[in-house]
């Protein structure tokens, strides 16, 4: 079993940055990748950004040049960091991992940003 716990959500205004922080615990064997998500209001859960067990990584067009996500393998904590945030950024953001042969999804920060 993984445990994923999030922090650094919050509210900004449009251009400001966030840190989001996703830790992981428990049962860890090995974590293939981590990602993150986010859901708004009304909306599908989309992919934002991921990154593997040997650092690569990608991310979504809509936040491409804007949000870069990294990990802390001593912490196993995967970050995502947000600058130039916009109102469409707006959402519940959610970190994933993949252990295991299992998903593990974090109880969800929320993001608001203001225009």
């Known amino acids: 079993q993984v445990q994923l716990v999030e922090s650094g959500g919050g509210l900004v205004q449009a251009g400001g940055s966030l840190r989001l922080s996703c830790a992981a615990s428990?049962?860890?064997?090995?974590?293939?990748?981590m990602r993150w998500f986010r859901q708004a209001p009304g909306k599908q859960r989309d992919w934002v950004a991921e990154?593997?067990?040997?650092?690569?990584?990608n991310s979504a067009d809509s936040v491409k040049g804007r949000f870069t996500i990294s990990r802390d393998n001593a912490k196993n904590t995967v970050y995502l960091q947000m600058n130039s945030l916009k109102p469409e950024d707006t959402a519940v953001y959610f970190c994933?991992?993949?252990?295991?042969?299992?998903?593990?999804w974090g109880q969800g920060t929320q993001v608001t940003v203001s225009s």
């Open positions: 994933f991992a993949h252990s295991g042969g299992r998903v593990y």
């Open positions: 428990g049962s860890i064997f090995r974590i293939n990748v």
């Open positions: 990154i593997t067990s040997g650092g690569s990584t």
